[in-house]
């Protein structure tokens, strides 16, 4: 398991904590405020620590990724935005409401999270024939960390054979790097990109 999927796993756990903690505020909330006010209280300092490593994680993951997130992610973003305000004024005015639709608001942020991670993963990938080109950079570039198979892993490289990405994806990462994995902007020509991302994909499955 690479660094990358342990960060992910991690941030979606975090994710998780958050939600089951807003949860049980919605249930005390409807049973009394003097419940909801001990429990906020005695809870502050750890939510707080799981927030600011959610956001930071999610931040790494973002700035790792480089680009060309899916619609579901913007979606999940805007839910969480709105998320934030409503949970702050709701437990303040101790509005049952709003901290419902507080909770409601990342519930739904999780659930899209879960349903763009499965999507990504039984998403179907047409693999194109690989390139002469393609194979000759991969050879000059990728095998001393990836393997002729993709699936060496020196130094901490991700195995290629059980990569997920797409090929619009793995141009990000050959372009903007990944973890110990410089980035190939300006080195590498557009073309030359493309004709590598395209041969990583006739890897997986091997």
């Not at 409401?97 to 990504?120: N, P, Q, W």
Request: charged share 20%.
């Amino acid at each position: 398991m690479d660094s990358n999927t342990l960060l992910s796993k991690a941030h979606m756990l975090l994710a998780l904590l958050f939600v089951i903690s807003m949860l049980i505020k919605v249930i005390l909330i409807f049973k009394n405020n003097e419940s909801f006010d001990k429990y906020r209280g005695k809870t502050k300092i750890a939510e707080m620590i799981v927030t600011i490593l959610f956001l930071i994680l999610g931040i790494i993951l973002m700035v790792q990724k480089g680009g060309g997130f899916h619609l579901l992610f913007w979606i999940k973003l805007a839910v969480v935005a709105a998320g934030i305000p409503l949970g702050i004024v709701g437990a303040k005015k101790h509005s049952k409401v709003l901290v419902t639709l507080s909770f409601l608001c990342f519930f739904a942020a999780y659930g899209l999270a879960e349903v763009a991670k499965k999507k990504v993963v039984v998403e179907e990938v047409v693999v194109a024939e690989p390139t002469q080109l393609g194979i000759e950079i991969y050879k000059a570039n990728c095998t001393p960390c990836h393997g002729e198979d993709g699936k060496k892993g020196l130094g901490g490289a991700s195995d290629l054979s059980t990569s997920i990405l797409s090929e619009e994806d793995a141009k990000g990462v050959i372009t903007n790097g990944r973890g110990n994995m410089a980035p190939y902007r300006g080195q590498m020509k557009e073309e030359d990109i493309k004709a590598l991302a395209a041969y990583l994909q006739s890897l997986k499955g091997k």
